[in-house]
């Protein structure tokens, strides 16, 4: 198992403060009475829920689920709604003049506040635009913009007319693009002239140009000008979205789409191949995505919530757009990086905005508590009741400081576990219901479902380790892999029969808390970012120069995990420094700076089982540096290849 904190100290309990459990939307009794029914009494819980929606036509069918072949989830599916309507329209009678949106520049200088009313003409000017370029409920949008208020405005217009947007997280390189293009069939690319991150540019308009250069898929551009810089416009096909939405209506009427309509494609890494099309759809993902933020943040009136995701990634979709729009909550997008132009940055917007809910990764907490207390003990952060957790396990030490320093052991962390495939969290303490435990996510959110399994699927009892699967499904749940259901029941309802398999490692103790303890499959979790080992090997072994390659994690004190790789070279090709230099450039170039390789060991050949698996196990303990306990090695082939390997390891 990888990832796991290093310590995960059971004793220490933090108790729900009086206030909390007196003031907030949900204390322990509320936990216990509504968690129960959820299970218990699913659709009365689940229709009453979906109340909180505004419906076109409400449903009457909750759930209609089956994890066993043939595998099918569909949740409300005769009820009629409009994603954007929810996330805008239906504020407009009471808090048109709310800020909806602020967006803080990467240049502290510069922001901007949107508000509801705001909010509604942009997506409106915008839908229309993309209806005059034909776009038609069903077809597919890709989003590959900076964090700037308009990647907001491209989703909602995408669900106000039904087609469904595929973001692309902005550091993704060309080729990552165009793959995401052509397996998307998207009609369309919304971009900008480029992303301003810690004072330097990322040209997202030459990166799509270089994509689309090899793209089956030949989609037009719409380029939003945002940083300024000059950028070349192919004529009949780069359109300035700007302009078209100043000349486009200011009013677009929302149509009602069916609750199954599909929202959105989001690709994630997996165990293997190339990344996959997360399909999410409206009403069940927006019902969970709305409700996990309210319950889980105990979002009130009034509150500023600031969640430092990018839009690229899940948690920017349910938890910077959907999530708080959906509950007319006044959402901070922020541009820039933790630590330009000081490293006091997240703590001095905290005090300009007066944010009162703070979500963040662990690889960033660790990154800012390696710099000391004096950057966060300079600045107030009087306005902070609540702090949040997501992308990794955190180890308690990141935790504690957390809590002491940026909280000043005021304001509850809810730690929480969830995936792109799950749409919203699904393990999380309720700040006013739940005692914390640093390092636990805690307890399963309503509707869900969790139990631990091993090896064979046996369900685990009682206090435990294992595999964690879900039994049951929860409206935020993914459908399937787009264009590839086969692959989605493969990879999440094969491994246990009748249950969703997460792919993460979980220990349960005595109060029930769940631990999650880390991948147990392919993936590595590098800064609260998932990469398949199977997309790095698949890159190196596109180098001229390379035989093969395996890819591991190991433990990172800032990352959580890093990249590890062991290339063996073609045969007459020298290892060199030169030439590791070239394939972590390489690697960078393929897929994007966040897949960086840490370290490339040369490996004249790697440990392989006499059927010619290469065994991963044993090439992970090497990288990790614990030559002792290398488990069963008598299936190995041959065994003088780890001692190589070991030799090799312990010069560096
Ligand atoms: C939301 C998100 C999912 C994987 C997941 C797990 C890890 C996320 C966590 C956590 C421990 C937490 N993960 N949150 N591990 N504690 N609070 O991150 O989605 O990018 O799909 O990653 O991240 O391993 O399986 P995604």
């Not at 997240?346 to 300009?352: A, G, N, P, Q």
């Not at 349960?508 to 499959?521: A, F, K, L, M, P």
């Not at 440990?607 to 065994?615: A, V």
Request: aromatic residues 10%; proline residues 5%; glycine residues 8%.
């Amino acid at each position: 198992m990888q990832g796991a904190p290093k310590e995960m100290v059971m004793g220490e309990v933090y108790k729900v403060p009086t206030a909390w459990s007196r003031d907030s939307l949900c204390n322990l009794a509320d936990y216990q009475r509504l968690y129960r029914q959820s299970l218990e009494d699913s659709d009365t819980f689940w229709r009453e829920q979906a109340k909180t929606l505004k419906w076109d036509k409400l449903p009457t069918r909750i759930k209609n689920v089956s994890f066993v072949d043939p595998v099918s989830i569909k949740w409300f599916e005769d009820g009629e709604l409009n994603v954007s309507v929810n996330c805008v329209d239906r504020h407009l009678k009471d808090r048109a003049d709310q800020v909806a949106i602020i967006w803080e520049s990467d240049d502290p200088g510069v922001d901007r506040k949107i508000t509801y009313r705001e909010l509604h003409e942009k997506v409106c000017r915008l839908a229309n635009v993309l209806k005059d370029q034909g776009i038609k409920a069903g077809d597919c949008v890709t989003i590959y913009l900076p964090m700037i208020p308009e990647a907001a405005y491209a989703m909602l217009a995408c669900a106000r007319i039904g087609a469904m947007h595929s973001v692309v997280f902005g550091g993704f390189s060309p080729d990552s693009l165009a793959d995401r293009i052509d397996d998307s069939g998207a009609k369309l690319v919304i971009t900008a002239d480029a992303g301003v991150r810690g004072g330097k540019h990322v040209p997202l308009k030459a990166n799509a140009d270089a994509a689309l250069k090899r793209t089956t898929q030949q989609p037009r551009l719409l380029v939003f000008n945002h940083a300024g810089t000059a950028v070349e416009m192919v004529s009949g096909r780069d359109f300035d979205a700007t302009d078209l939405m100043a000349e486009a209506s200011p009013f677009c009427e929302p149509v009602a789409f069916n609750a199954e309509q599909p929202l959105f494609i989001l690709y994630t890494s997996g165990s293997t191949g190339k990344p996959k099309g997360v399909l999410h759809t409206s009403g069940g993902y927006l019902l969970y995505a709305s409700m996990t933020h309210r319950y889980v943040f105990d979002y009130q009136d009034g509150d500023i919530y600031w969640c430092t995701a990018d839009v690229g990634w899940v948690t920017g979709h349910s938890y910077i757009v959907y999530g708080p729009l959906a509950n007319g909550a006044t959402t901070l997008m922020f541009e820039g990086i933790p630590s330009y132009p000081t490293i006091s940055r997240f703590w001095e917007v905290i005090d300009k905005h007066k944010v009162s809910i703070f979500y963040t990764a662990p690889t960033a907490i660790r990154a800012l508590m390696q710099q000391g207390d004096d950057p966060v003990r300079r600045t107030s952060r009087q306005s902070l009741r609540l702090l949040g957790s997501v992308g990794e396990p955190i180890n308690p030490e990141a935790w504690r400081w957390y809590y002491r320093v940026v909280g000043d052991e005021r304001c509850p962390i809810v730690d929480t576990w969830w995936q792109t495939e799950t749409g919203g969290i699904l393990i999380t303490p309720l700040p006013g219901a739940t005692d914390l435990k640093p390092g636990s996510a805690t307890l399963p959110f309503f509707g869900v479902d969790p139990a631990i399994v091993d090896g064979e699927g046996r369900e685990l009892a009682g206090v435990t380790e294992g595999n964690l699967i879900i039994r049951d499904s929860w409206p935020g749940q993914m459908r399937t892999v787009f264009g590839d259901h086969e692959r989605f029941v493969q990879t999440y309802f094969s491994t246990f029969k009748g249950a969703y398999f997460t792919g993460d490692g979980a220990r349960r103790d005595e109060d029930g808390y769940y631990w999650i303890t880390g991948r147990v499959d392919d993936v590595i979790n590098v800064s609260g970012h998932r990469l398949g080992t199977a997309e790095i090997e698949s890159a190196l072994v596109a180098h001229e120069a390379v035989s093969e390659a395996a890819v591991v994690g190991f433990p990172h004190d800032l990352k959580g995990q890093g990249i590890f790789c062991y290339v063996t070279l073609q045969k007459g090709i020298e290892p060199a420094e030169a030439l590791r230099k070239e394939l972590v450039a390489w690697v960078r170039r393929e897929i994007g700076p966040i897949a960086t390789p840490d370290i490339i060991q040369w490996a004249p050949s790697l440990p392989k089982t006499r059927s010619g698996k290469i065994m991963r196990r044993i090439l992970r303990k090497i990288a990790a540096n614990e030559f002792d306990n290398l488990g069963d090695v008598t299936t190995l082939a041959e065994p003088a290849v780890v001692e190589e390997l070991i030799t090799e390891r312990r010069t560096f």
